[in-house]
């Protein structure tokens, strides 16, 4: 009985769904490109999904197990403060929580920019270049987002250039 | 591919074994030990791992559906991998982000090693708190072993 559905769910590679998160973990947008990909779930348990989420991100960036983080920090700094300037400080890469998120049925990546809003891109496990869409994802966020002088830092994303853009954007990714 | 450490979490959410293949925190400074002591203790640690997989297994069931199992995650630093048995089981393991998936492997340690040598001892208790019955001889050689064996 789902051997079709299954068929098609290996043959498309698809992208189910994009969830934007803010730096304190509110969802501030939320858009499914596919039906079937993922289980159907209401506003509010996105919401509730958006906050869990930015919590875990959280600790999967402390949970790091070489654990350069306080020794080295400090090392480096009385080291490197006598004798070149500030600007030569050398920082240890600064630890980076969740990227990618694997389970049966999906796979989720995660990008995190410098300012601390999450892009979460739900896709089939097969799909490539997940890399690459995210990357165009945010350029579109950049240009018609962060250029609309409407838009309030840190509210939901309501701008339909941007709704009609990543629609056509992922369609074409969708369809190929 | 490095092995750092590895998990069981039981049924009632406790660890109950865990084991760090880490070399012993090295300094390359020789700054004094009190400061690596700042960071948290490996029960801390476990408590953070287990509330990480269980959120995101929860979060995973809800968007997946009842049947789809939470398999990894990995940062820029390291790569976690999760298998849960039938019986509520939860085994995890921490590798570096180069690492394939272990899903296979924390299978194999289920079925050689635990089910041997855990659940098939007869002086082992049927409910493991704080970690009886998991600690015994042949187990630690054989996952060490084991896992030796895979780096």
Same mark, same amino acid.
């Given at each position: 009985m789902r051997l079709p559905s299954f068929e098609l769910y290996i043959t498309t590679r698809t992208v189910f769904a994009l969830i934007i998160i803010n730096k304190a973990g509110g969802l501030i947008y939320n858009r499914t490109?596919?039906? +079937?990909?993922?289980n159907k779930i209401s506003t509010n348990d996105y919401l509730v999904l958006a906050g869990t989420f930015h919590g875990v991100h959280a600790i999967t960036a402390r949970l790091n197990p070489l654990q350069p983080r306080t020794t080295t920090n400090r090392a480096s700094l009385s080291s490197t403060t006598t004798g070149a +300037?500030?600007?030569?400080l050398v920082r240890p890469e600064p630890p980076s929580g969740l990227e990618v998120l694997e389970t049966e049925n999906f796979r989720m990546q995660c990008f995190t920019t410098l300012t601390g809003i999450k892009f979460l891109l739900f896709a089939d496990t097969t799909q490539a270049n997940v890399d690459l869409t995210m990357r165009r994802v945010y350029d579109l966020y950049t240009d018609y987002v962060m250029k609309n002088p409407f838009y309030q830092l840190e509210m939901p994303v309501r701008c339909d250039m941007f709704d009609r853009r990543l629609g056509s954007y992922i369609r074409e990714i969708n369809n190929r | 591919m490095v092995v750092y450490s590895f998990y069981i979490f039981d049924r009632h959410t406790e660890c109950i074994y865990s084991k760090s293949w880490l070399p012993?925190?090295?300094d390359p400074t020789g700054a004094p030990n009190s400061v690596t002591a700042a960071r948290p203790s490996s029960s801390d640690d476990a408590k953070l791992i287990f509330g990480t997989v269980f959120s995101l297994r929860n979060m995973v069931r809800k968007l997946g559906g009842d049947d789809d199992a939470f398999v990894s995650y990995r940062t820029a630093q390291y790569k976690l991998h999760f298998y849960e048995t039938a019986s509520n089981l939860r085994l995890v393991m921490l590798t570096d982000t180069?690492?394939?998936?272990?899903r296979n492997v924390l299978h194999q340690i289920y079925i050689n090693l635990w089910v041997e040598y855990v659940v098939k001892n007869?002086?082992?208790?049927?409910e493991h708190k704080g970690g009886a019955g998991v600690r015994n001889e042949l187990f630690e050689l054989g996952l060490d072993q084991f896992i030796r064996g895979l780096m």
């Open positions: 490109f596919h039906d +079937g990909g993922l +300037g500030a600007g030569d | 012993p925190a090295h180069a690492t394939l998936s272990m007869p002086l082992s208790p049927v």
